[in-house]
T-cell receptor
Framework: AQSVAQPEDQVNVAEGNPLTVKCTYS??????LFWYVQYPNRGLQFLLK??????LVKGSYGFEAEFNKSQTSFHLKKPSALVSDSALYFC???????????????FGKGTKLSVIP | EPEVTQTPSHQVTQMGQEVILRCVPISNHLYFYWYRQILGQKVEFLVS????????KSEIFDDQFSVERPDGSNFTLKIRSTKLEDSAMYFC?????????????FGPGTRLTVT
């Protein structure tokens, strides 16, 4: 079974400072990893994904994430936070080996990011 | 930019009643999904749908649930006889193809409240 952990319910960061939102995963095989963001009254919006290749992936709005296989982590980062980045962030995983016809994503509980002006 | 849309945004119903949640996926997408999020808990997979049939479902998706694509644009989730524990935010999603390299695009959700 696959699972995702986001150890922090909330992360507070000052505007202009770097931010990190943590995610660790557990799968039996190799993972496909995703980050989504949710603004109030909006759906989950895709930010970035790791499939294969370079461990550092870049996504929308200046976000990036680093895949670390040995630590089974996929932390979301941004060098300089904006107030407009304040939202709920979800990490999700799919196990490559979960079988044909299985496309479900397993989500973490979400981390609320607050960027303080 | 194309978006997944969902209606209604909020549905209140009494226990035992049937509800239908509606979704319009992105037009060139072929795979459709329903997820739900009970308040304060994780987003959970319910079902995936392709070529007019269910391709995968979770243990949550029991006989009280059904999905349908009644026409070329809508994708619906029906709960036959709602229970209090069905109260949640229900998200519809779609993807252009089946491979997991193709990210899923989510709608804004329908908040279902069962009283």
């Amino acid at each position: 079974a696959q699972s995702v952990a986001q150890p922090e319910d909330q992360v507070n960061v000052a505007e202009g400072n770097p931010l990190t939102v943590k995610c660790t995963y557990s799968v039996s095989g190799n993972p496909y990893l995703f980050w989504y963001v949710q603004y109030p009254n909006r759906g989950l919006q895709f930010l970035l994904k790791y499939i294969t290749g370079d461990n550092l992936v870049k996504g929308s709005y200046g976000f990036e994430a680093e895949f670390n296989k040995s630590q089974t982590s996929f932390h979301l980062k941004k060098p300089s936070a904006l107030v407009s980045d304040s939202a709920l962030y979800f990490c999700a995983v799919r196990d490559i080996n979960s079988g044909a016809g299985s496309y479900q994503l397993t989500f973490g509980k979400g981390t609320k990011l607050s960027v303080i002006p | 930019e194309p978006e997944v849309t969902q209606t209604p945004s909020h549905q209140v119903t009494q226990m035992g009643q049937e509800v239908i949640l509606r979704c319009v996926p992105i037009s060139n997408h072929l795979y459709f999904y329903w997820y739900r999020q009970i308040l304060g808990q994780k987003v959970e997979f319910l079902v995936s749908f392709y070529n007019n049939e269910i391709s995968e479902k979770s243990e949550i998706f029991d006989d009280q649930f059904s999905v349908e694509r009644p026409d070329g644009s809508n994708f619906t989730l029906k709960i036959r006889s709602t229970k209090l524990e069905d109260s949640a935010m229900y998200f519809c999603a779609s993807s252009v193809s089946s491979g997991s390299v193709y990210e899923q695009y989510f709608g804004p959700g329908t908040r279902l409240t069962v009283t």
